[in-house]
């Protein structure tokens, strides 16, 4: 592919430097980065509310070739307002699409852009939010020109935005240069793209590709509060939208104070086996600490890959435009479940997920109706999933019914899946969960939460025609999962493996499974997490082979036809193993 086996490794360089760097600054820039990384590619922006000269592109450009790097184009449609104009109500100096004059800069920034490169790629800032007055009207327009009486913006936003695409973007770049390949980058918010007019489901059928933001930075100290798996989750995600056109994973070294968060969000995004991992952006990996450790473990990552097939996981379905239970799946990814998303309902999986999100398909129901019918596989829906199906079919599959209660507790009770013994373990401290109300003998609670004399299902079995529903009861505060005990996570692994592989140990760890009988373990740098050994479980007889080691692993022992193995778990070191078949 390039310098690295498995990956391109790219950066950005932002439009401000553009305008003012000197050949010899630049020389000095790369001299340092080149000292840790292989860089393939440059994404070089001649736009940010700024246009740098034909002049210092054409140098920038020279420049990064002679040192074997290939040059790219990108543009941040972002406008300052004009000196002695009243400011408009937007947040981040992203365009007012209502504003002719800012329209007419944004199709002179394309020309612009694709008479100097063949390919170029749209920061993430290519969405609106303004509500200045013209915005409002032609909002108020639109929606009672299409019956919306509730004053909201995302229709609006999201017509918009398509036909801006059309006619601002693609259009000026394709007149300037035919052969020019235009790329949109989505940002790491997927829950609020439709808010903002970004729109994948149009979108992805104008652009030549797409492209994902992986940042996930520090999810305490940060206004985002990313849960970190979503580097991978959304990764999976796009290139399930459009096989074969996700680019790659942008991340950057923004609001990261610790090391590993900033590492991780690199490990997470190459663990979806991407084909472009971009580092934004060039000017931040300058005399940075980060980018001599990020050299080290891009080499690392490039080894593992040799060894890692494609992603597998349990499908999350996640249609256009969703939103609810913002980023549950990814609270879920980690804590050892496996979760790859799709916008499309997984008719072939095996295995699935169902979110409060997945309920904006209407039809959703009778789809997981029918694929329990048609499949006999397990599929995981939460307590926001049954809320949002409630008086919609959901009653045909289960006796559960939410009724507004709420409970707190930090006792917690756990039926073993063969054998029927139970254990009585207690969190680290009480949480507060939904009373998932269920008829007795109808539904199966496998795992209760305890409240002295009283119990409450956590996770509660449905068994439909021939195929099985978990019921997944959801706290409030999606990281309150991270205070369950170690034995609660490990049977909910239990009831859906991957590949037939599920983690028996604590929380705050993740299993990325591939189909080629490989997997990872993550542990997470956060707070709680210890190095420990814990134990996997893999259908079938097998041994565990681990790239550079002579010998493989033999299993503690074989149980209910599983090889179960003892392994080590170090907070921030990440480990493919091989699943190695007998007979």
């Not at 950005?12 to 760097?21: L, P, T």
């Not at 199709?107 to 939010?129: G, L, Y």
Request: hydrophobic share 35%; glycine share 8%.
């Amino acid at each position: 592919m390039g310098n690295y086996r498995n990956f391109t490794l790219a950066t950005y360089f932002v439009a401000h430097a553009a305008a003012r760097v000197t050949k010899e600054e630049l020389e000095k820039q790369l001299s340092f980065v080149e000292k840790h990384l292989r860089l393939d590619k440059v994404y070089l922006e001649p736009w940010r509310g700024e246009l740098a000269s034909h002049e210092q592109i054409e140098m920038i450009r020279e420049v990064f070739e002679r040192h074997g790097v290939r040059v790219a184009g990108g543009i941040t449609t972002v406008i300052p307002t004009p000196e002695g104009e009243k400011p408009k109500a937007r947040l981040f100096n992203t365009f007012c699409y209502n504003d002719p004059a800012m329209r007419a800069k944004l199709k002179e920034v394309s020309a612009f852009t694709a008479r100097h490169f063949d390919e170029f790629i749209i920061d993430d800032f290519f969405f609106t939010n303004c509500m200045c007055p013209d915005c409002v009207r032609e909002k108020n327009a639109y929606n009672q020109a299409h019956g919306i009486a509730d004053g909201s913006w995302q229709q609006y936003r999201l017509d918009l935005l398509r036909r801006v695409s059309e006619e601002d973007m693609i259009g000026p770049a394709k007149a300037a240069n035919p052969n020019v390949r235009i790329t949109i980058k989505y940002p790491n918010w997927a829950e609020s793209y439709q808010e903002t007019g970004y729109n994948p489901a149009d979108q992805r059928k104008l652009f030549d590709q797409l492209y994902t933001g992986t940042e996930t930075r520090d999810p305490v100290t940060t206004d985002q509060h990313l849960p970190r798996y979503l580097s991978f989750s959304l990764m999976t995600y796009f290139e399930a939208m459009w096989p074969g056109h996700n680019g790659g994973g942008w991340f950057d070294n923004f609001d990261t104070h610790i090391t590993e968060h900033y590492l991780e969000q690199a490990y997470l995004t190459a663990f979806s086996k991407p084909k472009e991992l971009m580092v934004f952006c060039f000017q931040s990996m300058c005399d940075h600490m980060y980018t001599p450790a990020l050299g080290y473990q891009l080499d690392k990552l490039d080894a593992l890959l040799d060894h890692a097939g494609q992603p597998a996981g349990i499908a999350c379905y996640l249609p256009d435009n969703c939103q609810g239970e913002d980023n549950i799946q990814d609270f879920l990814g980690m804590n050892g479940l496996p979760i790859c998303c799709t916008p499309y309902f997984p008719e072939e999986a095996d295995q699935i997920l169902l979110t409060r999100s997945s309920a904006y398909d209407p039809d959703i129901v009778r789809k997981l109706t029918a694929w329990l019918e048609r499949t006999g596989g397990n599929a995981i829906v939460t307590t926001g999933f049954l809320e949002a199906t409630r008086g919609k079919g959901i009653e045909a599959l289960t006796s559960i019914r939410l009724r507004g209660r709420k409970i707190t507790a930090d006792s917690y009770r756990v039926e073993e899946a063969k054998g029927g013994r139970c254990l009585f373990p207690r969190g680290e401290k009480p949480i507060s969960l939904p009373v998932a109300e269920f008829r007795n003998n109808s539904t199966w609670a496998v795992v209760k939460a305890a409240h002295d004399e009283e119990s409450y299902g956590i996770l509660l079995r449905d068994d439909y025609c021939g195929g099985h529903l978990w019921t997944l009861a959801v706290p409030d505060a999606f990281s309150d999962l991270y205070r369950l005990p170690a034995p609660v996570w490990s049977r909910i692994r239990q009831a859906v493996p991957v590949n037939g592989v599920w983690l028996e140990g604590p929380s705050r760890i993740s299993l990325f499974v591939y189909d080629n009988d490989a997997f990872v373990l993550y542990p997470y740098v956060m707070e709680g997490v210890q190095r420990q050994v814990v134990r996997v479980h893999v259908q079938g007889a097998c041994g565990l082979s681990v790239p550079g080691r002579k010998q493989p692993l033999e299993p503690l022992y074989v149980q209910n036809g599983e090889a179960v193995f003892e392994v080590p778990a170090m907070p921030g070191q990440y480990v493919l193993y091989r699943v190695l078949r007998k007979g």
